[in-house]
C-alpha cells in the first residue's frame, strides 16, 4: 500500500533535515514512506533545506510551501487533499520536532495493513502516561483534557489529542475536509470524532512522546481555549447531521 508521512513546518530548521533523512530511511516490507513537507513561509529557511533534500530523494519527497502561518489544521487538510489526488492508500500526520518518534510510524503502518484498522492513533495514554520532558501542570492538562472530551462526546479514545496518526484514504474521502472548523487541538479532536461517528474501526497504538528538544512550542492558551469550548459545538451539531 503506498503511504505518505505529512508534516507541516514553520521555523524548524533545526529538525527538518534529520527528520527527513530518519523518515527515507525507514524500511516497509515492499514498500517505503513518501513524506509532504506543509511549509507555512517558514523565515529560517526551511523550506530551502527541504528543497535540497529533494534532489537527494526527488521521487519520495515533496514540498507544498503557503505563504504566512494558516493554522496547523489547514495545513493537515491541504495536505490531505494533495495526498488523495496522488492515490495515497495510507495517510500519516506527525509534528517535525520528533515528539513524535518516526520509527513508530512502522506500528501505525502494520495496525492499518495487517490488523486492518482504518485508523491508527498513536497514543500517550493507551498505557498509563507515556510523555517524557513535560512539566506536571501539562501532563495533567493534557490528561484531562481527554477525559473531557470523552465525557462530552462519549468516544473512548484515551488520547483525543494525539497528532500522530494513521489514516486509510477512504477515511478521508468520507470526512468532508472543507468543513472541518478547528486549526489546534479542536482539529486533533473534530477528525477523530467524525472517523468515530461514521463508525471507522480506530486502533490506538501506544508511544512514548518526547517534548522537543530543539526549536520553539507552537502551543498557546489559545488553542486550549478553541479545545474546550469547540468539543461542545461539535456535540451540539452533530445531533442535526446524518452520519452514514
Sequence with gaps: MSSIVIIPTYNEKENIAEMIETVMNLSLLDDSFHLLIIDDGSPDGTAEIVKEYQKKYPQRLFLEQRKGKLGLGTAYIHGFKWALSNNYDLIFEMDADFSHNPQDLIKLYHACTEENFDVAIGSR???GVNVV???????????????????ITGMKIMDTTAGFKCYK??????????K?????????????????????KIKEVPIIFTERTKGQSKMTAGIFREAFLGVIQMKIQSFFKRFM
Excluded at 138 to 151: K, P, W
Excluded at 185 to 195: S, T, V
Design 169 to 178: 484514504s477512504e477515511v478521508l474521502k468520507k470526512i468532508e475536509l472543507d
Design 125 to 127: 495514554y493507551i498505557q
Design 133 to 151: 520532558n513535560w512539566p506536571m501542570s501539562r501532563v495533567l492538562m493534557s490528561y484531562f483534557a481527554g477525559y473531557y472530551v470523552r465525557f
Design 180 to 200: 472541518i472548523r478547528f486549526v489546534g487541538y479542536a482539529f486533533q479532536i473534530e477528525m477523530k470524532f467524525l472517523a468515530w461517528k461514521y463508525g471507522f
